[in-house]
């Protein structure tokens, strides 16, 4: 707990008018929560936070449900503040809840300069370049897998259609209704009601 409050207090001490902020509500205390995962912090009055009892009931929960786990990557990796704050649900202290929410969505985490403070600049810098390789060619991996799975299943295995068969086959019905309605007609039997198509 005391290395989240750590972190969330770099954040807020490079940020002056977030300090600010947080210290017109002293006293008061927050609970992050991340499925069953809680932060509990207590408000200072320099505006930085301190870990806190989690026993006490805080004044504003901010949580991100488990149901909104799955969209949390995307977001993060948009870094569109606005899109993470959307996953957030945020109650309690109407004054104190606006000012979490603000900083929720406008506070902007530098994961270089964080892990600079435990490995290094040079460090950090190998560390998070070779991450964003690493996950580049995740994505990459991931997509070939896909284009491959789709060609497999549409081409090879016949299981799938792919959108030019499809388009030719739904045609191919359309015309044999259309012949059918015509033979009905010519035979003066009422047509049969029909289920299906295109």
Do not use: C, F
């Not at 069953?36 to 504003?60: F, Y």
Request: zero cysteines; a positive charge.
């Amino acid at each position: 707990m005391m290395v989240t409050a750590k972190t969330l207090n770099s954040l807020l001490r490079r940020e002056s008018w977030a300090r600010e902020r947080l210290s017109r509500h002293a006293g008061k205390s927050v609970r992050l929560a991340l499925g069953h995962v809680n932060l509990n912090v207590a408000i200072r009055s320099d505006g930085l936070v301190q870990a806190s009892d989690a026993t006490i009931v805080p004044d504003v929960i901010l949580a991100v449900p488990v149901s909104n786990w799955a969209q949390l990557p995307a977001a993060l990796r948009s870094g569109d503040p606005s899109r993470i704050a959307a996953l957030m649900r945020i109650q309690g202290d109407a004054g104190l809840a606006q000012v979490v929410s603000d900083l929720a969505r406008d506070l902007r985490w530098d994961v270089e300069e964080q892990l600079s403070d435990v490995v290094g600049d040079a460090a950090a810098v190998r560390i998070l370049g070779t991450g964003k390789t690493l996950l580049a060619g995740m994505r990459d991996a991931a997509r070939r897998l896909s284009g491959n799975m789709a060609e497999y299943l549409s081409h090879e295995s016949g299981m799938l259609l792919d959108r030019s068969s499809y388009d030719i086959w739904a045609g191919d019905i359309r015309s044999a209704l259309q012949r059918l309605d015509r033979l009905e007609r010519l035979s003066g039997s009422a047509p049969a009601a029909r289920t299906g198509g295109s």
